[in-house]
């Protein structure tokens, strides 16, 4: 069965903000202000596929109990709902996944839930493309980013994600997960880009604060990632320019109200202009690579991860991308009439990060003391220096370079 057009759907009355977004390279369609469960039925028909393996976080369980259950009246499902991968992808749950979908030969994916959720659906595919190959072999990390190196790569089954946050993962073909020895690790190809997303404000309804916020704050985290990335071009940083504009305006109608339609979806068209900036040849920005690390080590959710150190990287570098963080500062003054002084981006950001309930605004908020941060200090220069350097607009000399970031007061910024 041939595979319809590229497509794009986004509620009429959104759609001016949605006409210039292409749909991701090897995507089939990007649904933005639908009703989930109408919607991927109608995508698995496309598919041709009936042996559909679900996952979904915790959270999202109550609201996909119905539509798991159709599911399985109309013979499309392949195994219980799967609810067992956790924050970051951590190494065990999404081994039981892989198991499982290989075990019952699933010929699609479907992923309802953040960010952990879709890069485990990714995961889960690149094993179930590697699995008929290895005749009952149970999955392991190392063999799943085995399989990531297949030349040529075979077809992995399609994946359709139903975002619950604005984490973004499920806009891109790389995946992360955390190993038993709290490493960030994880695995990219283009073949792991999903076949369809599928974006429904119902599935964040009841979502904890930190998860709806600090998601949306990834969006701005993506956005000035790429503006000041060393190898960003004019059009990349446009893009994310625009990008910042609608999440910070998403963010702050979802401050007033959090369950507001409109503000939910500027925050998922925002976002979703920066994370394809950011991809166009800027993944990872310095603060992915760092905050990745302080997540996977200190177990915090990468959205209070940039709550902690978004304004503070940026304050780093200042004084060598000024130009750029200039233009961030524009996108996010709101209410400057022009006669004052222009704040600095860095002030900006951690002056809407203040706003933003569940999001952690230092490291003590996240238990995460002086000693702590020294250790990781020198982790981050003696292990990751020489990319740091690279990525970063002003080099880091010593881990103490690194530690006096990490530990700059905000109220100084």
């Not at 956790?86 to 699609?108: P, R």
């Not at 179930?128 to 149970?138: F, I, N, R, W, Y």
């Not at 996977?296 to 130009?323: D, M, P, T, W």
């Not at 933003?356 to 981050?380: W, Y």
Request: net charge negative; hydrophobic share 40%; aromatic share 6%.
């Amino acid at each position: 069965m041939s595979r319809p057009p590229r497509r794009l759907t986004i509620d009429k009355r959104l759609a001016a903000e949605g006409e210039a977004l292409p749909v991701p390279p090897g995507m089939d369609g990007v649904h933005v202000g639908v009703p989930f469960d109408s919607t991927a039925l109608y995508e698995m028909e496309q598919l041709n596929v009936s042996n559909v393996y679900v996952m979904a976080n915790k959270s999202s369980k109550p609201m996909v109990e119905h539509f798991v259950k159709t599911l399985k009246e109309m013979g499309f499902l392949a195994a219980p709902l799967n609810c067992d991968v956790s924050m970051g992808g951590a190494e065990d749950g999404l081994l039981k996944a892989c198991n499982e979908a290989a075990e019952v030969k699933a010929d699609c994916v479907l992923t309802i839930g953040g960010g952990a959720v879709q890069d485990a659906g990714k995961l889960v595919r690149l094993w179930l493309s590697a699995a008929a190959q290895v005749d009952g072999e149970k999955a392991t990390v190392k063999g799943i980013q085995a399989a990531q190196n297949r030349d040529p790569m075979p077809p992995l089954p399609p994946q359709i994600c139903c975002p619950n946050s604005f984490a973004m993962a499920e806009l891109t073909h790389v995946a992360g997960l955390v190993t038993k020895d709290n490493v960030k690790s994880g695995a990219a190809h283009p073949s792991m880009m999903p076949t369809v997303v599928i974006f429904d404000t119902d599935l964040s309804r009841g979502l904890p604060d930190w998860v709806k916020f600090g998601t949306a704050l990834r969006g701005v985290e993506h956005a000035i990632g790429a503006i000041c990335h060393p190898k960003a071009t004019s059009d990349i940083r446009t893009r994310a320019l625009q990008g910042l504009v609608l999440v910070n305006k998403g963010l702050k109608g979802m401050v007033e109200n959090q369950d507001a339609e409109a503000a939910q979806v500027n925050c998922y068209l925002g976002g979703w202009m920066a994370i394809r900036a950011l991809n166009t040849g800027c993944y990872p920005s310095i603060a992915h690579l760092i905050q990745n690390h302080y997540s996977a080590r200190f177990n915090v959710h990468q959205g209070s991860c940039s709550g902690i150190l978004s304004a503070r990287i940026l304050e780093y570098h200042r004084q060598k991308s000024l130009l750029y963080q200039i233009t961030i500062a524009r996108a996010l003054d709101t209410g400057n009439d022009g006669d004052q002084p222009l704040p600095h981006a860095a002030t900006f950001v951690s002056d809407l990060v203040a706003t933003l309930p569940g999001v952690a605004k230092d490291h003590a908020d996240a238990n995460v003391d002086e000693e702590m941060l020294r250790e990781f200090a020198e982790f981050m220069y003696n292990q990751h220096g020489e990319k740091l350097n690279r990525l970063s607009p002003k080099p880091f000399c010593s881990a103490e370079d690194f530690l006096e970031m990490l530990t700059r007061p905000i109220a100084t910024l």
